[in-house]
């Protein structure tokens, strides 16, 4: 799978290979499919916009994934999903939480590609289940963070 990350430049040096290796890791065996991943780090009011159009949504968050349908021959290029990243609510939920944005970027690519290959947290359940997988990926990718 191809990942491309576009808009990672405020995470400074390495940022975007961080976040290619975050979404591979979240994609698990599906990294190894054709297809393509986009990671976008975009404002608020980008994402509050795509929040709004396509899930009904009229506020911010602070991921977003959209999945798209896949034929069962994918093509090396085909789309597979996009992450998108709000890029000042991940700024301000670092700071409240007391870590690096790069740590908050890193959560929430992994985060939004979980989504991609199927976890949910609408239900207590999943959503424990996401966050156990989710924190168990960041501890990986970010051992001394």
Do not use: W
């Not at 990350?5 to 599906?30: D, T």
């Not at 976890?119 to 168990?136: E, G, H, L, T, V």
Request: glycine share 8%; proline share 6%; with cysteine.
């Amino acid at each position: 799978m191809k990942i491309t990350v576009v808009g990672a430049g405020p995470l400074g040096a390495g940022g975007a290979a961080l976040i290619s290796k975050a979404a591979k890791a979240a994609l698990g065996p599906k990294s190894k499919a054709a297809g393509e991943v986009c990671v976008v780090f975009a404002s608020d009011a980008q994402v509050h916009a795509l929040n709004k159009r396509f899930l009904s949504h009229d506020r911010e968050t602070d991921v977003i994934s959209f999945n798209y349908p896949r034929p069962k021959k994918a093509a090396p290029d085909s789309p597979f999903g996009d992450v998108y990243v709000s890029l000042g609510v991940a700024k301000r939920q670092a700071k409240a939480l007391g870590h690096s944005l790069a740590k908050e970027a890193v959560t929430l690519a992994v985060h939004g590609t979980l989504h991609l290959v199927g976890y949910d947290d609408a239900k207590p359940a999943d959503k424990a289940r996401m966050f156990k997988r989710q924190d168990a990926l960041v501890a990986a990718l970010l051992p001394s963070r």
